[in-house]
């Protein structure tokens, strides 16, 4: 029966990636450094915004959402302001912002914030061109189907790569389920990579989203199949970049060099997951965020390296790529450079105090988590190798084991 399965999931990307192959990948229009939000009143003029939601979290939205909305204020341009999105985004949290943006008459979005609020406004930007759908009925693969409002995206985190993904990623509200929506149409058209949006990230946040941006990078370069010549070359860099810059990033904040370097890297990763996808790492990642609210980017820290460990011999030729390419070995076989790169990445996370492993899982959620991952993996998700329950469970324990 495994077997069976297996040969559909392989037979369903075999046959995905050709279909893939024929769609539009728009990519968002990036502007980076220091003040490029500046450019956002330009840009909705350009789009005949004249009244735009902006959407985001509460810090953020205390923070540093004032200095984009000076902006507008300057420009002359209305605004809807919306800071209440929590992290892991619901349900109702999208209804909520679909009816403020409808009720107060806004022709925009701009969306501020880590992956939550781009997540949240992404998902409410698609039920406003789809006011009869709801966001249950658009989870899943090309599923919104309809152009969305103008939509300008501002990180501030240098991880999620939510400002250049097809992907919005929610939390039934109910069910705590957490599932994703992916379409072409909830490309943002426009990514706004202003270091000095993620100057006063604390260390905790830094380290955990660069580490979401790295496994982003390194899950889309361990696919086998969906890659492009592109997606595998944005790949590399934004792991070389990552490995180069987030600690920097991570030791001294006000490093704008290092900050806007991150910011692109996760741009670039971000490009390469959207079109060769994510793996198991992000497949159990998401059940955590789901079950007990754990951090997207510290679930993908920890998760990464035990991951990529039991995939064994199926990604050691490309780990032991990626060990070339950052320096992290050169000489040696194949597995010896694999090896040495999962390595890095355990001391790297050692070095930012990141944890090894959790041990707040409880026992009886297992077989959910279980459920949840291999719905989100497979068939979807092109990984190297295809987990089932048995490999699943080991790949959990070894998260319990290891805290
Ligand atoms: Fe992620």
């Not at 619901?90 to 997540?119: E, H, W």
């Not at 990579?193 to 899950?219: C, F, N, W, Y």
């Amino acid at each position: 029966m495994a077997f069976v399965k297996n040969i559909y999931y392989r037979s369903f990307q075999a046959v995905f990636n050709v279909g893939a192959r024929c769609l539009y990948w728009r990519r968002p229009i990036p502007f980076s450094g220091v003040g490029s939000v500046q450019k956002i009143p330009e840009l909705l003029k350009k789009e005949k915004v004249q009244k735009v939601m902006v959407v985001t979290g509460p810090t953020v939205g205390r923070k540093l959402a004032p200095k984009i909305l000076t902006e507008l204020d300057k420009a002359g341009i209305a605004y809807t302001l919306f800071a209440e999105v929590e992290a892991n985004p619901s349900v109702n949290t999208v209804n909520r912002i679909q009816k403020l943006y409808l009720d107060t008459g806004c022709q925009g979005f701009i969306a501020i914030g880590g992956g939550s609020p781009m997540d949240a406004a992404k998902a409410a930007a698609a039920r406003v061109v789809r006011p009869n759908t709801p966001v249950g009925k658009m989870a899943g693969l090309l599923r919104v189907g309809k152009k969305i409002p103008p939509y300008i995206a501002v990180p501030t985190t240098a991880g999620t790569g939510s400002e250049t993904t097809i992907a919005a990623v929610i939390t039934d509200t109910e069910t705590h389920h957490k599932y994703a929506l992916m379409d072409l149409h909830l490309v943002p058209k426009y990514a706004i990579l202003d270091p000095e949006m993620t100057r006063e990230l604390p260390q905790k946040i830094t380290s955990t989203t660069g580490m979401d941006a790295l496994t982003h990078a390194v899950e889309a370069y361990v696919c086998w199949t969906y890659n492009t010549a592109e997606s595998i070359r944005l790949a590399e860099e934004a792991v070389c970049e990552i490995f180069r810059y987030l600690e920097r990033a991570y030791n001294d904040g006000n490093d704008m060099e290092a900050r806007t370097q991150m910011l692109i890297a996760s741009f670039k990763a971000g490009f390469a997951f959207t079109r060769a996808g994510v793996g198991n790492v992000h497949a159990i990642a998401h059940t955590l965020g789901g079950l007990y609210n754990t951090p997207h980017g510290l679930a993908n820290a920890v998760i990464l390296p035990i991951v990529l460990e039991d995939y064994g011999e199926a990604v050691h030729e490309k780990l032991a790529h990626l060990a070339e390419l950052t320096g992290v070995r050169f000489n040696g076989t194949d597995a010896e450079k694999a090896r040495a790169f999962i390595d890095e990445i355990r001391a790297m996370n050692k070095r930012m105090n990141i944890p090894t492993g959790f041990d707040f899982i409880k026992e009886e959620d297992i077989p959910q988590m279980i459920r949840w991952a291999l719905a989100e993996a497979n068939p979807v998700y092109p990984v190297p190798v295809l987990y089932d329950k048995k490999r699943c469970e080991k790949v959990i324990r070894r998260i319990i084991a290891e805290a």
